[in-house]
């Protein structure tokens, strides 16, 4: 009797374990992880960056299943003007209320809550981004390649700035501006590599 109560409790406490979560967040290595913006246009496009201010990727038992990465919108530069003029101009209006306001909102957010894997080091990242004071949901695929506890992260974010309230020029909201619009989707290329 004392073998089977023994028995059933080492199989209760195993079975307890087997589905107790442990999440083990490794954060991203900010000085070598990268954001890049790109911005465009009939006429062309912009491109620059944004610091990565802290962040890391949530594990369970080894398994992906989400993360949370801050932006510092502050710090956005241009990186295909050359003239320090024009590329002033540039990074002063974005930084104002036509686009991200950044004296106002200074950090932009993106939580991952759910993580499916296609195939190999293919993921599927569900989650909210948060831009201007405004969430919206984002789906979209990454490559993320994992070694126990660290990790090298590429992925291509696509937004409609408009929904988190960027409407500066854009054609969708403000007709007949010919080809003084600036496209509607906005691109963020995520680079992330962790800190172990």
Excluded at 5 to 15: A, M
Aim: hydrophobic letters at 35%; a neutral charge; charged letters at 25%.
């Amino acid at each position: 009797m004392n073998k089977l109560f023994t028995y059933i409790l080492s199989v209760s406490i195993l079975t307890l374990f087997s589905f107790t979560t442990h999440v083990n967040k490794v954060n991203a290595n900010k000085k070598n992880s990268s954001v890049i913006w790109t911005g465009s246009k009939p006429t062309g496009s912009h491109t620059g960056n944004v610091t990565l201010k802290d962040g890391y990727l949530s594990f369970d038992h080894g398994n992906l299943v989400g993360g949370e990465f801050t932006i510092d919108m502050t710090s956005i530069t241009c990186t295909d003007i050359e003239s320090e003029k024009k590329n002033k101009y540039l990074v002063d209006h974005l930084k104002d209320e036509d686009f991200f306001d950044v004296n106002k909102f200074p950090e932009a957010k993106l939580t991952v809550n759910r993580v499916k894997n296609i195939e190999g080091s293919q993921f599927e990242m569900k989650g909210n981004m948060t831009i201007k004071g405004i969430t919206n949901p984002v789906t979209f695929n990454a490559d993320i390649k994992i070694n126990r506890n660290s990790y090298t992260a590429i992925a291509k974010i696509i937004i409609d700035r408009t929904k988190w309230g960027v409407e500066y020029k854009s054609g969708n909201i403000f007709k007949d501006l010919g080809d003084k619009i600036i496209y509607d989707d906005m691109e963020f290329d995520v680079f992330l590599v962790s800190e172990k």
